[in-house]
């Protein structure tokens, strides 16, 4: 059973539009969020964050909102552009807990031009 | 700076045979991490080293052991390789224990006959 989830496999949009990844979880402990970039054939590298005390936080072209009653959070990035394109996963952590993010299957984003 | 990085790039074992993936962070983290990546999956924990001198099991550790040779350096062995252990693997760091951001190395493509 997946406790973080990204329903999306794949997103799509045009150049200088928003991007809108969304991302679930179900574990009501998980009180940190992140959200990591991955290139082919590259590691993952770390995005942005939220901690479950504020509900966004926002970082140049991206901004992380954070629902709590929900169980949702969303990575919005605008406005987007082709170089983008990448996988995005959702991590979600527990501080009282083991601490070491559970990660989501991922969002493949394209971004045409 | 290098940051994380995993020797080797490529592999391909024949099933039963053993190996040790290597990697070496040079950031003076404390903590670091084995992860594997399967096609359509996200990343999966197999070991974790809060610190050195420490090891402790993720999701996924079966058939896996690990070494935390000093500071720098988080082996993983595969002793007797399965073609279910056919994956991307992924050797990350971060400073210290507790929920932060995890740096990743470009990663380790294992493929066993």
């Known amino acids: 059973d997946q406790q973080v989830k990204q329903n999306s496999p794949s997103l799509s949009v045009q150049e200088g539009r928003i991007s809108i990844l969304n991302c679930d979880y179900t574990?009501?402990?998980?009180?940190?969020f992140l959200w990591y970039k991955k290139y082919p054939a590259e590691g993952p590298t770390f995005l942005i964050s939220?901690?479950?005390?504020?509900d966004k936080n926002e970082d140049g072209r991206f901004t992380v909102f954070l629902n709590k009653s929900a169980k949702h959070l969303s990575l919005h990035i605008v406005p987007s552009q082709p170089g983008d394109s990448a996988v995005y996963f959702c991590?979600?952590?527990?501080?009282?807990?083991?601490?070491?993010?559970?990660f989501g299957r991922g969002t493949s984003l394209i971004v045409h031009p | 700076n290098a940051g994380v990085t995993q020797t080797p790039k490529f592999q391909v074992l024949k099933t039963g045979q053993s190996m040790t993936l290597q990697c070496a962070q040079d950031?003076?983290?404390?903590?670091m991490y084995w992860y594997r990546q399967d096609p359509g999956m996200g990343l999966r924990l197999i070991y974790y080293?809060?610190?050195?001198?420490?090891?402790d099991k993720g999701e996924v550790p079966n058939g896996y052991n690990v070494s935390r040779l000093n500071k720098r350096e988080f082996s993983l062995r595969l002793e007797s390789a399965a073609p279910s252990q056919t994956s991307v693997y992924f050797c990350?760091?971060?400073?210290?224990?507790?929920?932060?951001?995890?740096?990743f190395g470009d990663g380790t493509r294992l493929s066993i006959l």
């Open positions: 990350a760091s971060s400073e210290f224990r507790g929920v932060q951001p995890q740096h």
């Open positions: 574990n009501s402990m998980f009180d940190y």
């Open positions: 939220i901690s479950s005390i504020k």
């Open positions: 991590a979600a952590s527990a501080s009282g807990g083991s601490y070491i993010p559970t």
């Open positions: 950031m003076n983290h404390n903590s």
């Open positions: 080293s809060a610190s050195e001198g420490t090891t």
